[in-house]
């Protein structure tokens, strides 16, 4: 029921002008090549885990790429994607690859409404509608915390701080009723004005690669539990 929800949402976005039919809107482009690939050769262990994000995720793979080809991690994090335009690719960029599991970090761009005002019904709907795909598929889900900030430098005014705090209030007590698992990275990235700590990024929003260090071990220790189930 949720889920058809958030599709009729969508479907009156697409009424309403908000999305445009002439343009690849979620990007759906991006990695259709690589994700082919991926589908032909099936993980045989069934160990597979995707990154569903923005450019968070995306630059995670830049600045420490030893993090996934190590792990065989596979990214699939397009920069400045909300989370409307991650629903809109879900099944392809991450369903159709057949994962145990998917890490789901998002939201940060809807607070900067990179496609629209932000609503965080709207907002947590889509992350809970990825969730919910994911279950059905027997994918297991691991919601991320969104990360902390306290400007953006590119659209200034909007007072995101306390906005990720109740979008992230909203990501936990979801995970808890669902039990679905839930990483925190803001407890261990926030400084005292509930901004991203300046030694762990460039520009209030995006971790460097120290960022990533931290995020890292953070996340693994839950990674870690899902694949032994």
């Not at 160990?47 to 923005?54: A, D, I, Q």
Request: charged content about 25%; overall charge positive.
């Amino acid at each position: 029921m949720k889920f058809r929800i958030f599709f009729c949402y969508i479907m009156l976005s697409f009424l309403m002008g908000n999305i445009s039919y002439g343009q690849d809107f979620a990007n759906l482009n991006k990695y259709r090549d690589e994700n082919l690939k991926l589908t032909v050769s099936e993980s045989k262990d069934n160990k597979r885990v995707v990154f569903m994000g923005n450019s968070i995720t995306e630059g995670w793979l830049s600045k420490r790429p030893g993090f996934f080809s190590k792990n065989k991690y596979i990214n699939r994090g397009i920069s400045g994607q909300t989370t409307q335009q991650m629903l809109l690719r879900f099944r392809q960029d991450v369903i159709n690859l057949k994962p145990k599991a998917v890490v789901i970090l998002a939201g940060i761009n809807d607070i900067a409404e990179n496609t629209g005002p932000y609503l965080p019904e709207a907002t947590s709907g889509n992350i809970f509608s990825m969730c919910e795909l994911a279950r059905q598929h027997g994918i297991k889900v691991i919601i991320c915390s969104v990360l902390p900030a306290s400007e953006f430098l590119w659209k200034k005014g909007l007072e995101p701080a306390q906005k990720v705090i109740e979008l992230n209030k909203l990501l936990k007590v979801y995970a808890e009723q669902n039990k679905l698992y839930y990483v925190d990275y803001y407890t261990a990235m926030v400084n005292n004005e509930a901004g991203l700590k300046a030694e762990l990024g460039t520009d209030g929003v995006h971790p460097n690669e120290l960022g990533y260090t931290i995020m890292e071990p953070i996340l693994e220790k839950t990674i870690s539990k899902v694949l032994k189930k």
